[in-house]
């Protein structure tokens, strides 16, 4: 049985099953709701056409998932799958990880406004269904590593140069937010409330673990569970293991930049820019952190698709001899 196969028909089926019953019933598109919580991805889209759009999308998705086995071009089904899907999404799913612990913790200091009710959001829970569907695919494209003419010590030159930005990106990202929490001049915006201040800090932890996590493409423990693992120690980490998650967070970031890109065309966003510019600069490190992340991941596949193979005949040539 492909697991990956049939979650990503599962996710896809139920994701156009709703778009059509929701276009041929003309119930608003959870996605449509400015005025509820992550219900905006779909708002920049003229209102007659939303439905239409967002089954459009999610048809081309169903398609890749059903995709034949022996056609060839799977692997462009799956990226153009993830293309259309990232265009019913915003930052939805990175709001909610900054949310989380908030959530999670904010009761103990009297910070009463994270509900956790935000979490069964019609919105979100669609959000995360897309979410769903493009791991799915994205394990398609890791999957479909192959050592082919990529050179081993050009792949690894790549893993590094593409690493090291995905790392020092979030970082930075994660330090102005960690400022802003602390009410530090220049990045104090108290008058938005906790609630944001908490997202932020939030998201700073999230994206400084999302950093240590990534240097993994690079280290060794990235390739061999250290010793401290019990039951996984001293073996071969699965490569689909590293690239899956990265290349998810990767879509994830890419969803708050595309958002960020579309705000600037708002006079409001221009006013923040203006008014806090330490605070609000950092978020135009999202498209370059997506894209580093993206390549950083896909050139560690290649990189360990390579080794492994490297690894494989060595052991071969072992036991022959």
């Known amino acids: 049985m492909d697991i990956v196969r049939t979650v990503a028909v599962t996710a896809s089926l139920t994701a ?49 998932a059903l995709w034949p086995r022996g056609l060839p071009g799977r692997e462009w089904a799956a990226g153009t799958a993830i293309v259309a899907l990232l265009a019913l999404m915003d930052a939805s799913t990175l709001m909610a990880v900054g949310y989380l612990p908030a959530t999670l913790v904010g009761p103990l200091f009297g910070l009463d406004e994270a509900d956790p009710a935000l979490f069964l959001s019609p919105g979100l829970l669609l959000q995360l269904l897309l979410l769903t569907a493009v791991a799915a695919f994205g394990a398609v494209l890791a999957r479909r590593f192959r050592a082919g003419d990529h050179d081993l010590a050009r792949a690894t030159a790549r893993t590094r140069f593409w690493t090291r930005i995905a790392v020092e990106a979030p970082l930075v990202y994660a330090l102005t937010r960690v400022l802003m929490f602390f009410l530090v001049p220049g990045f104090d915006i108290a008058p938005f409330g906790d609630p944001i201040l908490w997202a932020g ?59 960020m890109l579309q705000s600037l065309g708002d006079g409001a966003a221009l006013v923040a820019i203006t008014d806090w510019p330490l605070v609000t600069l950092p978020t135009f490190l999202w498209p370059l952190w997506a894209f580093a992340l993206a390549m950083a991941t896909s050139c560690y596949g290649i990189r360990r698709t390579l080794t492994e193979a490297k690894v494989s005949a060595r052991h071969n040539a072992a036991k022959m001899g």
């Open 16 to 64: 156009t099953a709703l778009g059509a019953t929701w276009l041929a019933t003309g119930t608003r598109n959870p996605l449509d709701h400015p005025g509820r919580p992550f219900g905006s991805a779909l708002s920049a889209y003229p209102d007659d056409w939303v439905g239409a759009i967002f089954l459009g999308c999610v048809l081309v998705a169903l398609a890749a």
């Open 201 to 259: 800090l939030g998201l700073a932890v999230s994206a400084s673990l999302g950093a240590w996590l990534t240097c993994g493409l690079v280290r060794p423990w990235g390739e061999v569970f250290p010793r401290w693992l019990p039951g996984l120690a001293g073996r071969r980490v699965p490569i689909r293991l590293a690239v899956v998650p990265g290349l998810l967070v990767a879509v994830m970031v890419a969803t708050a930049a595309k958002d």
